[in-house]
């Protein structure tokens, strides 16, 4: 099975497309990642992908889809794949299909951006030992303070509240339109996003058996 995880950032599609993956034991293909591996194993769109970034351009859709298209010809990908983070536009959707890649489902964990907001803003992280908290689900047992180690927690950058507000505008301005696009195309299932992790994952397998 071929599949898409649409979500908002923060929406928990990442946690939930890896529990997919390993139950229909296909591969789950994140977009940062591969970039990063064809980078590293220096193949002909990983090339130009690292001429863009040395630049300190964005990488542009035609070289993104090259490197998507290399890694599902790997032959890990004959029995299905999951896509996380491609594509995130039209565009990229329609290069998708002028490939030739039939996807059977794309799922849309849905969040509202209330409750996004709310898990980003309010995670903290320790900078020494890396473990995470949050300021309600998830305190440490001192205030600011990590459990572990005892440094100070901090606020990442990308959770800061305007970060989260762009990153939230970027998706709801780029990304969220191919809910319809797919939609069109008799493929889009939409499942609440709230919830203890195994209730999203009930919803989201049953989205896609239906």
Do not use: W
Request: with cysteine; hydrophobic share 40%; proline share 5%.
């Amino acid at each position: 099975m071929n599949i898409i995880f649409l979500g908002a950032p923060g929406a928990g599609k990442g946690t939930q497309a890896e529990i997919v993956a390993e139950k229909y034991n296909i591969p789950t293909i994140s977009t940062g990642n591969i970039i990063r591996e064809a980078l590293k194993n220096g193949t002909e769109m990983g090339l130009k992908a690292k001429a863009f970034i040395e630049a300190g351009q964005l990488v542009p859709d035609e070289v993104v889809i090259g490197i998507i298209k290399e890694r599902l010809a790997k032959g890990d990908c004959d029995d299905g794949f999951i896509l996380d983070g491609f594509p995130r536009t039209i565009p990229q959707a329609e290069a998708l299909d002028a490939m030739g890649i039939n996807i059977d489902k794309v799922v849309e964990i849905d969040v509202p951006d209330e409750a996004i907001s709310e898990r980003m803003t309010g995670r903290r992280v320790c900078p020494d030992c890396g473990a995470s908290y949050h300021i309600v689900n998830k305190q440490p047992k001192a205030e600011g303070i990590c459990d572990s180690c005892g440094a100070q927690l901090v606020q990442r950058k990308d959770d800061a509240p305007e970060t989260v507000a762009d990153r939230l505008k970027v998706y709801h301005d780029q990304t969220e339109p191919l809910k319809g696009y797919y939609d069109s195309k008799g493929k889009l299932s939409t499942v609440e996003g709230i919830g203890a992790v195994a209730e999203i994952t009930a919803r989201v397998l049953k989205a896609l058996e239906d």
